[in-house]
């Protein structure tokens, strides 16, 4: 699903960068392109388009920036709550311009896990399996629908743990460096699907587990 609001806000993003960075790459996930040298900027203008169509508050734009050595600086925004988050690399994640951390001390029988799955998503692989592994070992599972914007919670601390499969690039490096920069880890689980996980150290290392146990 595209609306107009996806092309516009990712067409203001694509207007910044190129007044403001105009020898930068960038990738946009509605289809900007453009060559740069040596950095590239992705975009996803609006994250959440089927929350953002059906009234719920659950969406966000999104941004990171690459250069040789990977993620270099991040940004998620919320428009509905008026929060900002971001984060450089080794300089740490900030929420709001305050200090952001993972939640610890959780196990995974204790944690709150984001996911959000699909057959096309996992290779033509039935859901139902991997929902239901989830639903038995975490606390409690959401499938809120904005990828970014639920790494960001990872990030302040508000969700324990995020698992999908096969993301596109514009919805996990913006979060990802959230996450990581924010003490959470982040991994990209080889395979058919690719699983992508981040969250605390110790239930992103249960979901891995669990994972592994699933077979695939």
């Known amino acids: 699903m595209v609306t107009a ?7 203001a993003v694509v207007d910044l960068i190129a007044r403001e960075r105009p020898d930068d790459g960038l990738v946009g996930e509605e ?31 999104a941004v ?10 991040a940004a998620v925004h919320d428009a509905v709550r008026d929060e900002h988050f971001s984060a450089g690399r080794g300089l740490g994640c900030s929420a709001d311009g305050r200090p952001a951390g993972v939640r610890t001390g959780r196990t995974l029988p204790e944690a709150l896990v984001s996911t959000f799955l699909r057959t096309d998503k996992l290779g033509g692989r039935e859901a139902a399996p991997v929902l239901a592994a ?57 395979g058919s699907p690719a699983w992508h996980v981040a969250g605390a150290p110790a239930v992103a290392d249960a979901l891995i587990g669990l994972l592994d146990g699933l077979g695939g």
């Open 64 to 73: 990171a920036l690459q250069d040789a050595d990977g993620t270099v600086a």
């Open 5 to 11: 609001a996806d092309r516009a806000a990712e067409g």
């Open 31 to 61: 289809g900007a392109a453009r060559a740069g040298a040596g950095r590239r900027w992705v975009v996803d203008g609006l994250d959440g388009t089927f929350n953002f169509v059906s009234g719920v508050p659950h969406w966000c734009t």
């Open 134 to 190: 989830l639903a038995d070992r975490a606390g409690m599972l959401r499938m809120a629908g904005s990828g970014s914007l639920d790494l960001a919670w990872v990030a302040a601390g508000r969700i324990d743990g995020w698992v999908q499969p096969n993301v596109d690039e514009w919805d996990w490096l913006p979060g990802a460096l959230l996450v990581a920069e924010a003490g959470g880890r982040c991994t990209v689980r080889p």
